[in-house]
């Protein structure tokens, strides 16, 4: 498994934000081997925590449409992106559904 935090930062009320999250959030689960995000927000960061089933995955997101299209939303703007080693093991112990349902 792997994962990649992405963030970035609007000026945008979430409120505005969340028609189009949602949209996003609906395209997301078509993405191969695509396994959960968690979706995060502190003031005008906004961002999540993806996880995908290995690292030749999560590249084929980033380099996908729905990336492209995102990032070059005007709307969005600091993007970071960092890429992390899953530690399914202790996540399963943890509890991180879809791991845990998975086993």
């Given at each position: 498994?792997?994962?990649?935090?992405?963030?970035?930062?609007?000026?945008?009320?979430?409120?505005?934000?969340?028609?189009?999250?949602?949209?996003?959030?609906?395209a997301l689960r078509g993405v191969p081997g695509f396994v959960c995000?968690?979706?995060l927000q502190d003031g005008e960061l906004i961002g999540g925590f993806?996880?995908?089933a290995s690292r030749e995955d999560a590249d084929a997101?980033?380099?996908s449409e729905l990336v492209a299209g995102l990032?070059?939303?005007?709307?969005?703007?600091?993007?970071e992106i960092r890429h992390y080693q899953v530690l399914?093991?202790?996540?399963?112990?943890t509890g991180t559904p879809?791991?845990?349902?998975?086993?």
């Open positions: 498994m792997h994962g990649l935090l992405i963030t970035f930062s609007s000026s945008a009320e979430l409120e505005q934000l969340e028609r189009p999250f949602a949209d996003y959030a609906e995000k968690t979706w993806h996880v995908f997101y980033l380099a990032t070059a939303n005007p709307a969005f703007i600091d993007f399914e093991e202790l996540s399963v112990r879809q791991l845990t349902a998975s086993r």
